[in-house]
């Protein structure tokens, strides 16, 4: 019997179990039969089989190998094995029967299985499989149960008889040579001779072998290897072959060589450089990869042509085969499309050089993203009470914080040039960004939006327009450590990507209750180039400690507001304590009358959408002169005008120094004005009007024209107001004025409407009684528009703005459909208002720049009359002296258009009743405007509403029947009043105080006429 496998012969045997054998050789079987099976053993486990597999070591073609496998008899009888003998298969297997046939029950034997491949005929198969299936047979066994197949398999190696069937020398530069081993290692104990042919075929001349043959000495277990040359001298393709017996008992192999000869054996990619805009004194860097397609090394030298380029490899050798990354750059110096090239040279000839163009354009946009990293900080996590679990992610507090984005490049030579903007994404495509979870942080905790971005625009390089924001939202699971990064995409030449790491720790936390005021940060008019702050207070009103994240100024708010410099973004307020947040406001380099908004935003545990405060200011001169111009008119030669008073205000809240009062132009003088000390005259924001007069006297005939200056002390030095001056020397100071009363009476209305608490009643009954008030318009024909703003001056949604309801638009005319129902919708303006009542205020600003031409654009027109109606149970509020108001709302429409506008108000004229509360009485600020403009008055607690807006619509809408002229006429001399060209003396009266002509409202000039008024001016 054949010995037993050793273990260091890898037998695999993969086992179809026969039903119900397991280890137990004698399980499951009955009768008076011998049994066949076949016995595997895997991790000490039997399976026994009657189909089994064997696979054999590899054995050299000419050698052996052998292995084993074992049978065994499971039944109660004996068997007698009568064949063994391959059914099909590979003839290189064999196997015999043992000595010993015969097994009694539960003998076993074992077969040994030799594998003699014999040498391949084709020497270029390196290995070949054998497969083969053994059958064995025996006697005494249940019937149909007594044949075992054994399928066998063994792979056949070549060895020292392998002959490659190709060398391919690949791309080889012309005039070099590439050289490959041809392996003729002699493994075996015994020395031997291979037989090389010579090189033949089509190209044999460019093949060469060394050693030649035909005989090679190959010594025993030595390894060798005969190298074979390929050099071109011509681009082609070449072709040989080299027959080859690694030794005597092997076949003859045939090895085909080929190869190319190349001039351009380097190829890189990309074929072209193009780095984009680049902003100056910027460094963007891009790459580009050669590749030796042939089998020699090519060494490279490497320069980038043109000032603006570099490249900081100057030389390297580059493999065969391989590739290499070369870095090159462009720092551009000026705003032109610059044009350069990096050179390669090879330094084996004749390979062609390498040229790659590089183009580059001075000036382009540059991604700054702030602040980088975003740390939110400590944030609250809401837990349950009872399990300290974390509530789940949807009452979780939500925190937003601003990222700033801005292009920091190049501002293009000429404004609007739309390729030097910044434009997100790769090459202006989604994804704008993408934001990826860091370590245990969940998918859907940070959130990013991008806020007022238009992807067709970009964000310009210009200061004040180049910076958007992205919302970046947290909102926590679980506790600990939460991070994600963020990447931003560009077309930021010098780094195309940018990656933002966000960060926060969520800890428990419990909801708050907190309380802030004030609930609106106005700073009011501030002057040009000043650093103002405010402070919020922050309350916690609870009885647990308040964790309040978040806190900073919010996306969109006017770059000039900030924080102070010890604010905090995240930090706990104790049960009844305050902090106190700081917030300030930068007017530098804002222009006057420019208008900033926003809000601090900032998160209490347990709320879902963050907390804003709004936030405004004004930008403002500070020193207003009113009138805005003064003309004195028609001034008889060697005569001097009366003084025309012009009066000074400050209406920011700080105090102003002024420190010089003059004029200039021929004929302009001052003829009275304050003492201003060395030091200057300090103006208050609260005090009074400085008053100046002016004179003019004109140093001959003919229009002359001047300023008066007013000059203040500025951080930055001196800076100057000045308001116009005109005068006209003639012989005679006649000065004539025409009026035409226009065919279709022009209105542009509006309604300034008291929105705090006290004033539902009021509100209702003028939107009840619009009809009694707009029955003449509508008798008579009257073109009109009508707009509403609120006496709330304090809150930065109205300050002025006019009201929009429900999507009726923010001008009512007189052409649209259920014009009634949209101003009963509109003059309900609410009575969530401020408490400060600031008509006056509100009012101006509703009419001046910024909003006129703003938010509250297309509402005057040069041609209509102005009728401004203030309703309110309160006194006015308005920060500013009322001469201030006296002087500056009847010219909004210019000085030359004062009798266009007129001021009505329903107001607190008389005093409170038990049946009509009110918050004071007017102390003469709403009847002294009332008066200047020739308007109507009317009391709030008035028991006939409708009554009272018809006659307050009559003399709004009704023609003009007061006409202010420009200049003080002497009254000592006579005063013509023409209608048509025909005089009039009885229906109207001169009023010094308003400066007018005043008809009596019955005999008013009629639509279509032309008025003319000739009078004298004042000579001294």
């Not at 029967?97 to 005929?121: D, G, K």
């Not at 989604?430 to 067709?456: M, N």
């Not at 926590?476 to 990656?499: C, K, T, W």
């Not at 500013?880 to 030359?896: H, Q, S």
Request: charged letters at 15%; aromatic letters at 6%; glycine letters at 8%.
């Amino acid at each position: 019997m054949l010995e037993p496998m050793r273990l260091g012969q890898a037998v695999v045997l993969l086992a179809v179990a026969v039903s119900g054998c397991t280890c137990d050789r004698r399980q499951g079987l009955t009768g008076r039969f011998g049994e066949l099976v076949v016995v595997t053993t895997v991790d000490d486990v039997e399976t026994l089989t009657r189909e089994a597999q064997l696979t054999l070591p590899s054995a050299a073609m000419g050698e052996s190998s052998s292995g084993t496998f074992l049978v065994r008899n499971v039944g109660d009888s004996q068997l007698t094995l009568t064949r063994l003998a391959l059914a099909a298969g590979s003839p290189a297997f064999t196997a015999e029967l043992p000595e010993r046939t015969v097994l009694a029950p539960a003998e076993e034997v074992t077969f040994t299985v030799t594998f003699s491949p014999p040498q391949a005929s084709d020497a270029s198969l390196q290995s070949v499989p054998h497969q083969a299936t053994l059958e064995l047979e025996a006697v005494g066994g249940r019937p149909g149960e007594t044949l075992a197949i054994i399928d066998l398999t063994a792979r056949a190696d070549a060895r020292d008889c392998y002959v490659p069937a190709v060398l391919d020398f690949g791309d080889a530069p012309i005039g070099q040579a590439v050289q490959l081993p041809l392996v003729l290692s002699n493994a075996t104990a015994t020395p031997t001779k291979a037989n090389l042919s010579d090189v033949s075929g089509p190209n044999p001349a460019f093949f060469t072998v060394d050693p030649p043959g035909p005989e090679v000495e190959l010594p025993a277990g030595t390894p060798f290897a005969a190298q074979v040359r390929f050099a071109p001298t011509s681009e082609l393709e070449a072709q040989a072959q080299l027959n080859v017996r690694r030794r005597a008992s092997c076949p003859e192999g045939v090895t085909r060589l080929i190869g190319r000869g190349s001039m351009q054996a380097l190829s890189w990619a990309p074929a072209e450089v193009r780095f984009g805009r680049v902003p100056l004194a910027e460094t963007a860097t891009r790459s580009v990869t050669f590749s030796n397609r042939s089998g020699a090394e090519l060494p490279l030298s490497l320069a980038a042509d043109g000032a603006d380029f570099s490249t900081p490899t100057s030389a390297l050798v580059l493999p065969a085969r391989s590739t290499v990354t070369v870095a090159v750059s462009c720092r551009p110096s000026t705003l032109n499309a610059l044009a350069g090239t990096l050179r390669v040279d090879v330094g084996t000839a004749p390979v062609l050089p390498v040229r790659v163009p590089l183009s580059c354009t001075g000036g382009g946009p540059r991604l700054r993203p702030t602040p980088s990293p975003l740390a939110f900080g400590n944030v609250p996590l809401l837990t349950d009470q009872g399990t300290s679990r974390p509530l789940p992610a949807s009452s979780q507090t939500v925190i937003v914080r601003r990222l700033r984005l801005e292009n920091v490049g190049t501002p293009p030579a000429s404004l609007g040039d739309p390729t030097y903007n910044l434009v997100l994404g790769r090459e202006g495509q989604a994804p704008l960004l993408s934001l990826s979870p860091l370590g245990t942080t969940g998918p859907t905790e940070f959130k990013v939006a991008v806020t007022r971005y238009d992807p067709s625009v970009g964000v310009p390089a210009v200061a004040g327009k180049n910076a958007i924001d992205l919302e970046v939202m947290l909102q926590p699971a679980a506790a600990g450590f939460r991070e994600a990064m963020l990447s931003i995409y560009s077309n930021d030449a010098v780094q195309p990507v940018h990656e933002v790491r966000l960060t926060a720790h969520a800890t428990a936390a419990s909801r708050c209750t907190i309380s802030a005021t004030p609930t609106a940060v106005a700073f009011g008019d501030v002057p040009p180039n000043s650093l103002e702050s405010q402070t919020v207070t922050i309350t916690n009103t609870g009885t647990t400690p308040c964790t309040i994240a978040g806190l900073e100024i919010a996306s969109g708010s006017h770059p000039g507001f900030s924080l102070g410099p010890q604010a905090q973004s995240s930090f706990i307020v104790g049960p009844g304590a305050s902090v106190v947040v700081q917030v300030r406001f930068d007017s530098t380099g804002l222009a006057t009358g420019d208008l900033a908004e926003g809000y601090l935003r900032y998160s209490p545990a347990g709320v879902t959408s963050p907390r804003l405060v709004p936030l405004s200011a004004r930008v403002s001169q500070c020193i207003v002169i009113v009138p805005e111009e003064v003309d004195f008119g028609n001034i008889k030669l060697g005569c001097r005008s009366g003084p025309r008073a012009v009066q000074l205000f400050n209406v920011c809240g700080t105090p102003v120094r002024v420190t010089g009062l003059s004029t200039s132009g021929m004929g302009f003088g001052i003829s009275a004005q304050p003492t201003i000390p060395a030091t200057g005259l300090v103006v208050n924001g609260s005090s009074n009007a400085v008053t100046t007069s002016l004179v003019f006297q004109p140093p001959a005939l003919g229009r002359f024209a001047g300023t008066f200056n007013v000059s203040t002390a500025a951080p930055s030095g001196t800076r100057t107001v000045t308001i116009p001056l005109t005068g006209l020397g003639d012989t005679t100071g006649t000065t004539v004025e025409t009026f035409v009363q226009p065919v279709q009476p022009l209105v542009d209305i509006l309604f300034t409407i008291d929105d705090s608490c006290s004033m539902d009643n009021e509100q209702a009954a003028l939107a009840a009684n619009f009809n009694a008030f707009i029955s003449y318009a509508n008798s008579a024909n009257v073109d009109y528009r009508i707009a509403v703003v609120t006496t709330d001056d304090a809150s930065p949604s109205r300050q002025g703005r006019f009201m929009t309801n429900g999507g009726v638009p923010t001008i009512l005319e007189r052409s649209m459909p259920n014009v009634q129902q949209a101003f009963a919708s509109r003059v309900n303006v609410g009575t969530t208002g401020s408490g400060i009542e600031r008509p006056l205020s509100a009012t101006l600003k509703a009419l001046t720049q910024p909003l006129l031409g703003g938010w509250n654009t297309g509402f005057l027109r040069d041609d209509a009359n102005l009728a401004i109606i203030i309703v309110s149970d309160a006194p006015d509020q308005s920060p500013e002296p009322i001469d201030y108001y006296l002087n500056r709302l009847p010219l909004v429409k210019g000085a030359r258009r004062v009798h266009q506008v007129s001021v009505s108000t329903i107001g607190p004229f008389s005093a409170p009743s038990p049946m009509c509360f009110i918050e004071g009485t007017d102390p003469g600020r709403y009847a002294a405007l009332v008066t200047r403009t020739n308007g109507v008055r009317s009391d709030i607690c008035t028991s006939n509403w409708a009554n009272d807006l018809e006659v307050l619509g009559r003399s709004a809408l009704g023609p003009r029947s007061s006409f202010f002229v420009r200049n003080p006429p002497d009254t000592q001399q006579p005063i013509d009043v023409q209608v048509n060209g025909q005089t009039v003396s009885n229906a109207w009266n001169y009023d010094p105080n308003a400066n007018a002509i005043v008809f009596q409202p019955s005999q008013a000039p009629g639509a279509g006429t032309t008025l003319t008024i000739t009078y004298q001016s004042v000579c001294l």
